[in-house]
């Protein structure tokens, strides 16, 4: 069945970079997806790749897709107090119109 | 107002009592899902819903009860449940149809808490 998997904690100092990552078993993956999930609220669609690309970057997220190790990353730049959060990655693979298959969360920390 | 909206925001409830979730989008999609959060563990989706047909229930227990009367509503009914379904129950929709992008946007969710 399908698997997705991400470390459970990261902390980053305010003003570095942060890097969140993801691997995933299935290898017919169509869309990738990362969401973030504030406390006490819902999951916020963050940004998503298509799996024919390796690369998306928009503003201060980078997403890398590495297809061969089917290892997914989101990169933050200039991470802020305000990125402290829950990160999931979420797949959707061919075979199935509307379901996605969502990683444990990456709880990321930012300390001044 | 814009997005899927849940309410209510946090329910409590015993084991004898009836109570439904509700959901609404505001984004003219076809697709409506339930997920269940419960601490440590990933999201587990109970509910798809399609063009108003249900096409996936994740093996869930029979006291969730799913309810689709259009495709801007979605309900869950709560009946009987056991304390270790309290969670937060979020809901979500997408353009739906297969073959697409088919991002999925959330509501808020509801917080149960079950004595």
């Known amino acids: 069945g399908e698997d997705v998997e991400q470390s459970l904690f990261l902390s980053v100092r305010e003003g570095d970079s942060s890097v969140i990552n993801c691997t995933y078993t299935?290898?017919?993956?169509?869309?990738l997806y990362w969401y973030k999930q504030e406390p006490g609220a819902g999951l916020q669609l963050l940004t998503y790749i298509f799996s024919n690309m390796d690369m998306k970057q928009d503003q201060r997220l980078t997403v890398l897709l590495n297809k061969k190790d089917k290892h997914l990353s989101l990169r933050i730049a200039d991470t802020q107090t305000g990125d402290s959060a829950i990160y999931f990655c979420a797949e959707k693979y061919t075979g199935t119109a509307s379901k996605l298959t969502f990683g444990t969360g990456t709880r990321l920390q930012v300390t001044l | 107002e814009t997005g899927v909206t849940q309410t209510p925001r946090h329910l409590v409830m015993g084991m004898t009592n009836k109570k439904s979730l509700k959901c609404e989008q505001h984004l003219g999609h076809n697709a409506m899902y339930w997920y269940k959060q419960s601490a440590k563990k990933p999201l587990e989706l109970m509910f798809v819903y399609n063009f108003k047909e249900q096409t996936e229930n994740n093996s869930v227990p029979s006291r969730f009860s799913p309810e689709c009367p259009n495709s801007s509503h979605l309900f869950l009914h709560l009946h009987t449940l056991q304390p270790e379904d309290s969670a937060l129950y979020l809901c979500?929709?997408?353009?739906?149809?297969?073959?697409?992008?088919?991002?999925?946007?959330f509501g808020p969710g509801t917080r149960l808490l079950v004595l």
């Open positions: 979500a929709s997408s353009p739906g149809g297969a073959g697409g992008e088919e991002t999925q946007y």
């Open positions: 299935d290898s017919s993956s169509t869309y």
